[in-house]
Every structure is written in structure tokens, then in C-alpha cells.
């Protein structure tokens, strides 16, 4: 079965602009959660969703949202990009707790 | 709060020496725990979960409530295990999940 798919791969945008990323889960997968990874910090926690409703967010900022559609899709947006926005965002669906979360490959956005 | 800790930022060995990385964990309830592997180039990938008890490629992990660590071991290292390895709680909140990841410790198998 096809795996979680993150779109686009790559993005280069300036600073103040936003930008919108994408994940389409394992079909049958209804949480679907988003990581940031960079260098320094490592992996850090977005926001989980499940069935369109957020249930979790991470420590970041408002400038960061995301939300789900009814067929699990999600996607997540930054405003007024910052340099510091630069990173690895990572898209991981789950069938529930217990289940281990299976991770996309990410989008690598650069903020220059 | 929840706090997952990989001490080793590197760890190198020689291939057939036995490898052990270690993850130490601070949650107040039933901890869920996992291993991820990032292979050069390559997604993060689920390794091993806890609650399965299994031995994937070698490998095998077991939960010390005691001393609150879920060590990744595997007898004879390989070359194909070098790559990058995360620990990760699963930390719930009446049925809200998030992942809370370790540093990661870069693995180097020597030939």
C-alpha cells in the first residue's frame, strides 16, 4: 500500500512570506501529526489531528497551523516566515495508539 | 513533562562487535516507546516498539520501568547498520498522541 506522501520535496521561500505543505496518509490512517527537524533542535512536535480536529500542538509559535480534511489529508502553514523556519518538516500518520507512527519524507523548506 | 534522552551523539564500532545504544525516558504515565532509524537519504523508518516485544534486524529493545530505558542492542553489528537512530515516547493526553524524540545517536559501523 502506499506510504505517507509529502508534497512539494523541496520549497525556497523569503522571509515574510507563508507557505502551505501537504500530506496524504495511509489510506485507513486518521491521525496524522507534523514534526519539524533541524540540526539543533532535532525532531520537535508540531500538532497531531484526527478525524479534521486538532488534538495535540507542540510549542510553537501561531504563526505555525495546519489542519485535516475529511479524508485524512493535512496540511500545515507557516506565515511571515522567519530564517529560522528553515527545516525539515515531517508528515507521520497512525492507525492508533500502540501503533507506531509511519513518516513521510518530508519536505525540506529554505527560507532565505 | 515528557523527556527522552540519547546520551551518545556518535557511537562507532567495528563491524561484528556488539552495539549498544542507549535511550533513558522521563514520563509520569504508561510510556510507549519506540526506535526509529534514518538511513543516509532515506525516511525516518519504525525499527522496534516496546509493546511488540520483537527482534527486527538483529536488533532487540527492552523496556526497564526501574530504571526508565529502553536500550537498543544487537549482538554482531553490521556495516548496513550505520545510520542515524532516534528514541521516541509516545506521550498520550486523553486520546491526544505526539511523539517526543531524542537527539538521535549517529551509529558507524567500521569494516
Known amino acids: 500500500k502506499a506510504g505517507v506522501t509529502q508534497t512539494p520535496r523541496y520549497l525556497i521561500k523569503t522571509r515574510g512570506q507563508q507557505v502551505t505543505l501537504s500530506c496524504s496518509p495511509i489510506s485507513g490512517h486518521r491521525s496524522v501529526s507534523w514534526y519539524q527537524q533541524t540540526p539543533g533542535q532535532g525532531l520537535q512536535f508540531l500538532f497531531e489531528y484526527f478525524s479534521e480536529t486538532q488534538r495535540n500542538k507542540g510549542n510553537f509559535p501561531g504563526r505555525f497551523s495546519g489542519r485535516q480534511f475529511s479524508n485524512s489529508r493535512s496540511e500545515m502553514n507557516v506565515s511571515t516566515l522567519e530564517l529560522g523556519d528553515s527545516a525539515l518538516y515531517l508528515c507521520?500518520?497512525?492507525?492508533?495508539?500502540?501503533?507506531?507512527?509511519?513518516f513521510g519524507s518530508g519536505t525540506r523548506l529554505t527560507v532565505v | 513533562a515528557q523527556r527522552v534522552t540519547q546520551p551518545e551523539k556518535l557511537l562507532s564500532v567495528f563491524k561484528g562487535a556488539p552495539v549498544e545504544l542507549k535511550c533513558n525516558y522521563s514520563?509520569?504515565?504508561?510510556?510507549?516507546l519506540f526506535w526509529y532509524v534514518q538511513y543516509s537519504r532515506q525516511r525516518l523508518q519504525l525499527l522496534l516498539r516496546h509493546i511488540s516485544r520483537e527482534s527486527i534486524k538483529g536488533f532487540t529493545a527492552d523496556l526497564n520501568k526501574g530504571e526508565t530505558s529502553f536500550h537498543l542492542k544487537k549482538p554482531f553489528a553490521q556495516e548496513e547498520d550505520s545510520a542515524m537512530y532516534y528514541c521516541a515516547l509516545s506521550a498520550s493526553f486523553q486520546g491526544a498522541q505526539k511523539l517526543v524524540f531524542g537527539q538521535g545517536t549517529r551509529l558507524t559501523i567500521n569494516p
Open positions: 507521520a500518520s497512525s492507525l492508533g495508539t500502540g501503533a507506531g507512527y509511519t
Open positions: 514520563y509520569s504515565g504508561s510510556p510507549e
